[in-house]
Nanobody, 124 residues
Framework: QVQLVESGGGLVQPGGSLRLSCVASGLNLDYYAITWFRQAPGKEREGVSC????????NYFDSVKGRFTISRDNAANTVYLQMNSLKPEDTAVYYCATDRTDNCPPVGHEYDYWGQGTQVTVSS
């Protein structure tokens, strides 16, 4: 059974940093892309960043470029999202997801496997 478990969220002041982790079980992450999503209160869920099995990275919107970095450690079956220079508008529940494809799926793709999410709150 495929399971994704996120961790690393919390309360941080504007300008601070967090590193989110997504640990997979029931599948070998060597072969699959993982996407980070987020959902802010009252808003639709949106893709943040994706890393393919070959380490190609897709960032889904400009506001995170230069601030968020996705990476993977296949030996640990884990994908990370390093978030720097956090802003209040980054406040959201962050989820990781996979559809067991090697490349990052297109925007709007329906994913089969999701984690439970981790809350990130950026506030002074």
């Amino acid at each position: 059974q495929v399971q994704l478990v996120e961790s690393g969220g919390g309360l941080v002041q504007p300008g601070g940093s967090l590193r989110l982790s997504c640990v997979a079980s029931g599948l070998n992450l060597d072969y699959y892309a993982i996407t980070w999503f987020r959902q802010a209160p009252g808003k639709e869920r949106e893709g943040v960043s994706c890393i393919s099995s070959s380490y190609h990275i897709t960032n889904y919107f400009d506001s995170v470029k230069g601030r968020f970095t996705i990476s993977r450690d296949n030996a640990a079956n884990t994908v990370y999202l390093q978030m720097n220079s956090l802003k209040p508008e980054d406040t959201a529940v962050y989820y990781c997801a996979t559809d067991r494809t090697d490349n990052c799926p297109p925007v709007g793709h329906e994913y089969d496997y999701w984690g439970q999410g981790t809350q990130v709150t950026v506030s002074s």
